[in-house]
C-alpha cells in the first residue's frame, strides 16, 4: 500500500533553516507529484508547494516563496522540503502528501492522499 | 487566494445522528471541492473529491454535494470513530486552500 514516511521531529533558532524529508514507497514515485502542507497550532492548513518527482518541476505558494526549497531523490524515492530563515510563527505540523495526478504549471489535481505522519517542526529561541 | 468558510466551527452530536457541515467558497469553483476528517492526534484522510465522489476505502454513510460556491458534507449515521474535526478544500485555483475546520464533538 503507498506509504509516507517522514523524519523526525525538529527544533530550530530563529533564523535557522530546517530540511525534512519524505520517504515514499508501494507507488511509482516518479509519476505523481508530491505536496508539503503545514498545520500550525490554531491555523487552518496551509499548502506550502510541489515537486514533481520525475521532472523535479516545482511550485509554491507565494507566501513562502524565497524561503521555500522542495527537491527530490528519485534513486532514495525520496521528497524533501527545505524551510529558511525560521520564525517562531513557523512552529507547526508539516505533513507531505501525494497527489493521485501529476501537476504542470496550469493543472494539478491538488488532491492529498494519503498524507505522511507529520514532521513536528518547533522553532524557539 | 481563494477563502472558505465552515460552519458550524464545532458541534456536538452522538452516536447515530446524522451530522451535515457546510463549506462556503468565496467565489465558484464548480465542483473543485474535496473533504478531509483529521481524527485528535491523527493524520487528515481523504473522504470526499469533486464535491461528491466517495473516496476508495470511505464508509458509505459518508456523502458530498454542492456546487459553485456552496458544499455540504454529510454524515448519514455517526459512529465512534468520526468524532474529529472535519476539513474542506478546494482545488480549483492555486494555491489550493483549506476551510478552517469543523470539530464535531461528543455530545
Known amino acids: 500500500q503507498v506509504q509516507l514516511v517522514q523524519s523526525g521531529a525538529e527544533v530550530k533558532k530563529p533564523g535557522a533553516s530546517v530540511k525534512l524529508s519524505c520517504k515514499a514507497s508501494g507507488y511509482t514515485f516518479t509519476s505523481h507529484t508530491m505536496h508539503w502542507v503545514r498545520q500550525a497550532p490554531g491555523h487552518r492548513l496551509e499548502w506550502m508547494g510541489w515537486?514533481?518527482?520525475?521532472?523535479?518541476?516545482?511550485k509554491y505558494s507565494q507566501k513562502f516563496q524565497g524561503r521555500v526549497i522542495i527537491t527530490r531523490d528519485t534513486s532514495a524515492r525520496t521528497a524533501y522540503m527545505e524551510l529558511s530563515s525560521l520564525r517562531s510563527e513557523d512552529t507547526a505540523v508539516y505533513y507531505c502528501?501525494?497527489?493521485?495526478?501529476?501537476?504542470?504549471?496550469?493543472?494539478?489535481?491538488?488532491?492529498?492522499?494519503?498524507w505522511g505522519q507529520g514532521t513536528l517542526v518547533t522553532v524557539s529561541s | 487566494d481563494i477563502q472558505l468558510t465552515q460552519s458550524p466551527s464545532s458541534l456536538s452530536a452522538s452516536v447515530g445522528d446524522r451530522v451535515t457541515i457546510t463549506c462556503r467558497v468565496s467565489?465558484?469553483?464548480?465542483?473543485?471541492l474535496n473533504w478531509y476528517r483529521q481524527k485528535p492526534g491523527k493524520v487528515p484522510k481523504l473522504l470526499i473529491y469533486s464535491a461528491s465522489n466517495l473516496q476508495s476505502g470511505v464508509p458509505s454513510r459518508f456523502s458530498g454535494s454542492g456546487s459553485g460556491t456552496d458544499f455540504t458534507l454529510t454524515i448519514s449515521s455517526l459512529q465512534p470513530g468520526d468524532f474529529a474535526s472535519y476539513y474542506c478544500?478546494?482545488?480549483?485555483?492555486?494555491?489550493?486552500?483549506f476551510g478552517q475546520g469543523t470539530k464535531v464533538e461528543v455530545k
Open positions: 478544500q478546494q482545488s480549483h485555483s492555486a494555491p489550493p486552500t
Open positions: 502528501a501525494k497527489d493521485p495526478g501529476y501537476c504542470s504549471s496550469s493543472t494539478c489535481l491538488n488532491r492529498f492522499d494519503p
Open positions: 467565489q465558484g469553483i464548480s465542483s473543485y
Open positions: 515537486i514533481n518527482a520525475g521532472n523535479g518541476n516545482t
